[in-house]
C-alpha cells in the first residue's frame, strides 16, 4: 500500500521538475531580461505570501481537510496591523498581537470543525467571509501606509547583492521547517494516515482532532504572518489585501501534487508548483502577454493537475484488469 | 480630381505641420507604457485608447498592460516587468495611492519617468500627475449646469451623493455650494444632500424619499455615475418626469437611454479619452527631457495645445465635457 501510494507523486515530481526545466528555458528564449538578477528578485518575491500559506495547506490538504480562510486571515492581519500601529503600540506588540489574532483564528477554525465534528470545506468558507468582514470592519475603506521605513525597505530590498529578496529568507526558512515536520516526524507522517482513512488512523491511536486543530492553528499563525509582509512589502494596509489569494494558493498545492482527496503529497512538489508557476507567469508577462491569457494558463495547469493524475490511474486499472483477464 | 487631390494634400500637409514641430522636441524611440488599474475596465479602455492615439500621432511605441483584478498589489507586478523592459515611461491609474510608491521609486531610480493619470499615488511616486479637473471646476460647472436646465425663475433643489464619508464628492459638494453663494442662484435653494452610497438600490430609493419630501423640488445634482443613473431610472417612470431637473456626473452608456427618452437634459463628465491622451503627451515629454515635472514646465499636447504644470506636479485636463442629446453618440463609456 504504502510504495503504492508513494509512486504516482515520485512521478509527479519528475514531471514538475521536467516542466521547471522547460518553464525557464521558455522564459530566456522569449527574453534576454529574463534571468537578471533584478528579474529573479521581483519573481521570487511575488510567490512570498502565497507560499507562506501554501506550506500549511500541503498539510492540511494532505490531512483530507482544506482552509479556505487563509486570505481573509490575513487580511484581517494585515488590517489590524494598520489599526495597531494607528494606535500608537510599539512596532514589535503589533506584530506580536498580529500573528496573536492569526493564531485566534486558527483556533477558531480548528475548534468549530474538530468540535462540532463540521466539513472543514463549509466552516472555512463561513470563516472567509467572516474574517473578511472583520478585516473590512477594522479598516473600512481606509489605507495605512505610514509604517517606519525601516521595515518596509525590509519588504523590498535583497539580501546583499544577491537575488533573494530579503521577505523570502523567511520562506526558506519555513519551507525546510514544514519539510521536516511533514517529511520528517511521526505528527507528519500520522498526516498522511489520517488523509487516507480517518477512522483507521484513529483506531491505529492517533489523536486525529489534536492533529487537526493543530493545523488549523498553524494555518492561522502563517497566514498572519503573510499579511504582515505583505503589508510591509506594498507599505499598504488594507481591509482587501490578499483578496482571492486562497484560490492560488489551493492551485499550487494541487498542482504541486497533492491530491485534492487526502493522503497523498509531498512539499517539495508544491515547492517545484509554487516556482513553476511564479516562472510562467513572470515570463509571459514579460513578453506582454495579457493578464486573461495568464488565468486561462493557471487554470490549465491546475486542471491538468487533476485530471492527468485521473487519466494515468485509469489507464494504470485497464491495463492491470486486462493483465488480469489474460492471466484467467 | 487632379483639384481634389491638391486639397486633400494641403489640409493633410496643413494639420500635420503644426503636429510635426511639436514632435521635434520629442526624443525618437520612445517606449510609453500605459497601466491602468485593471485592463477591460471600459473606462480605463477609453483613457488607454486616447493614450494610444498620441503616442502613435508623435511616433513613439506605446502599449497597456496591467492586471485583471483591482487589488492593491496586482500592478507591482507589472511595475517590476516595466522597469526590466527599459521603458521610457509609465502611465499609470493607481489602484493604491501608497502599495505602488516604492516600485515606481525603483522604476524612477531606473531612469524611467513616472506619470499618474485619472488616480494619482503618493507624490514621490511620480512626476507628473494629469488630473481630469480640479475639485473646484467640477463642483462648480455642476451648479453652473443645472442653473441653466432649471431656468431663471429657480427653486428648491438637492443633491444626490455617493456615501457621507467620499472624499471626492464631498469636495464636490463643498464647491457646489461656494458656487450656490453667488448672487445669480440667488433662487437656487439646497434643501437637502441625501446619500446613495454609490449602491444602485439605495440611490434609487433616496430619489424616491427627495421627490415624496420635497413636491416643489426642481433639480438634483448627483455627483457620482451611479447615483445619476439610478436618479434618472426612478424619474424616467414617476410622474415628476420632465418638471425635475436631473444632472450631475455619469458615463454617456449609462445615461443615453435617460437622454434619448427625455428624463435626462443634460449631464457631465470629463472625456477619459482625453485624459490619457494629455498623459501621453506628459509622459513623452519628460522622457524626452523638454520638461521635468517642476511647477510653471510648459508643454504641447498635441490636440489639446499648450499645457503648464501646476503645483505638486499636476496638469489639469480642463473642465468636465457636457453631453447632452446632440453629442452623446459621439462617446461610447
Request: aromatic residues 6%.
Amino acid at each position: 500500500m504504502s510504495t503504492a501510494t508513494h509512486k504516482p507523486h515520485l512521478g509527479w515530481e519528475v514531471m514538475l521538475v521536467a516542466v521547471l526545466a522547460a518553464a525557464l528555458v521558455l522564459g530566456r528564449s522569449l527574453s534576454a531580461d529574463f534571468l537578471t538578477t533584478s528579474n529573479i528578485a521581483n519573481l521570487l518575491a511575488d510567490f512570498t505570501e502565497i507560499a507562506l500559506m501554501a506550506l500549511p495547506m500541503t498539510l492540511i490538504i494532505i490531512a483530507a481537510d482544506i482552509d479556505l480562510s487563509v486570505a481573509s486571515i490575513m487580511g484581517m492581519s494585515s488590517s489590524l496591523m494598520g489599526v495597531l500601529w494607528h494606535m500608537g503600540l510599539p512596532m514589535p506588540a503589533v506584530i506580536v498581537l498580529c500573528l496573536v489574532a492569526g493564531t485566534l483564528a486558527g483556533v477558531f477554525n480548528g475548534v468549530v470543525i474538530v468540535t462540532f465534528a463540521l466539513p472543514s470545506l463549509a466552516v472555512t468558507i463561513g470563516t472567509l467571509a467572516l474574517f473578511r468582514g472583520v478585516s473590512y470592519l477594522l479598516l473600512g475603506d481606509q489605507a495605512i501606509a505610514d509604517f517606519p521605513t525601516a521595515l518596509t525597505t525590509f519588504g523590498i530590498s535583497n539580501v546583499g547583492d544577491t537575488f533573494i529578496p530579503q521577505p523570502f529568507v523567511i520562506v526558506i526558512v519555513a519551507a525546510i521547517g514544514f519539510t521536516v515536520l511533514l517529511q520528517a516526524t511521526a505528527f507528519g507522517r500520522s498526516l498522511y494516515a489520517i488523509g487516507s482513512n480517518q477512522t483507521a488512523a484513529r483506531f491505529s491511536g492517533i489523536n486525529v482532532s489534536r492533529a487537526r486543530l493543530i493545523l488549523y492553528v498553524v494555518s492561522g499563525l502563517m497566514s498572519a504572518l503573510a499579511g504582515i509582509i505583505y503589508t510591509l512589502r506594498f507599505s499598504s494596509a488594507r481591509g482587501d489585501n490578499g483578496e482571492g489569494f486562497e484560490l492560488s494558493v489551493v492551485a499550487a498545492v494541487l498542482f504541486g501534487g497533492v491530491s485534492i482527496f487526502g493522503g497523498k503529497g509531498s512539499l517539495p512538489g508544491v515547492l517545484l508548483s509554487l516556482v513553476i508557476i511564479a516562472v510562467l507567469k513572470n515570463a509571459l508577462t514579460l513578453s506582454d502577454v495579457s493578464s486573461e491569457v495568464l488565468t486561462i494558463v493557471t487554470g490549465v495547469l491546475l486542471l491538468s493537475s487533476v485530471l492527468v493524475p485521473n487519466l494515468v490511474n485509469r489507464w494504470r486499472d485497464a491495463r492491470q484488469q486486462k493483465a488480469l483477464a489474460a492471466h484467467a | 480630381m487632379r483639384h481634389l487631390q491638391s486639397i486633400l494634400l494641403t489640409a493633410i500637409a496643413a494639420t500635420m505641420l503644426p503636429l510635426a514641430v511639436h514632435a521635434a522636441d520629442l526624443k525618437k524611440d520612445l517606449k510609453i507604457a500605459f497601466l491602468p488599474k485593471q485592463i477591460n475596465n471600459p473606462y480605463e479602455v477609453i483613457a488607454d485608447e486616447g493614450g494610444l492615439a498620441a503616442i502613435k500621432e508623435m511616433g513613439a511605441v506605446g502599449k497597456v498592460v496591467g492586471p485583471s483584478d483591482a487589488g492593491a498589489s496586482s500592478q507591482v507586478q507589472y511595475i517590476n516587468t516595466l522597469i526590466t523592459q527599459r521603458q521610457s515611461a509609465i502611465v499609470i491609474a493607481a489602484n493604491d495611492a501608497n502599495a505602488v510608491v516604492p516600485y515606481l521609486k525603483k522604476a524612477q531610480a531606473a531612469g524611467i519617468k513616472v506619470v499618474t493619470f485619472d488616480s494619482d499615488t503618493a507624490p514621490e511616486g511620480r512626476q507628473i500627475f494629469v488630473n481630469q479637473a480640479n475639485s473646484e471646476g467640477i463642483g462648480r460647472a455642476q451648479v453652473q449646469l443645472l442653473s441653466k436646465l432649471i431656468g431663471p425663475e429657480g427653486g428648491e433643489i438637492a443633491v444626490l451623493s455617493a456615501t457621507p464619508n467620499a472624499t471626492n464628492q464631498n469636495t464636490w459638494i463643498k464647491w457646489m455650494q461656494e458656487e450656490l453663494k453667488k448672487p445669480e442662484y440667488a433662487k437656487l435653494k439646497l434643501v437637502k444632500i441625501a446619500y446613495g452610497n454609490d449602491d444602485d438600490q439605495k440611490s434609487f430609493v433616496e430619489t424616491q424619499g427627495l421627490l415624496q419630501a420635497y413636491p416643489n423640488l426642481k433639480g438634483i445634482i448627483s455627483p457620482t455615475t451611479v447615483g445619476i443613473s439610478a436618479a434618472a431610472r426612478y424619474l424616467s417612470t414617476s410622474p415628476k418626469k420632465g418638471q425635475v431637473v436631473i444632472t450631475g456626473l455619469g458615463t454617456p452608456n449609462q445615461m443615453r437611454e435617460f437622454v434619448k427618452n427625455g428624463t435626462v437634459k443634460a449631464f457631465q463628465l470629463w472625456d477619459p479619452g482625453q485624459l490619457g491622451y494629455l498623459a501621453a503627451y506628459a509622459a513623452a515629454n519628460l522622457a524626452s527631457g523638454t520638461i521635468t515635472g517642476k511647477e510653471g514646465d510648459t508643454f504641447e499636447a498635441g490636440k489639446l495645445g499648450k499645457r503648464t504644470v501646476g503645483k505638486s506636479g499636476e496638469v489639469i485636463l480642463g473642465p468636465p465635457t457636457t453631453f447632452d442629446a446632440s453629442n452623446i453618440d459621439n462617446f461610447n463609456f
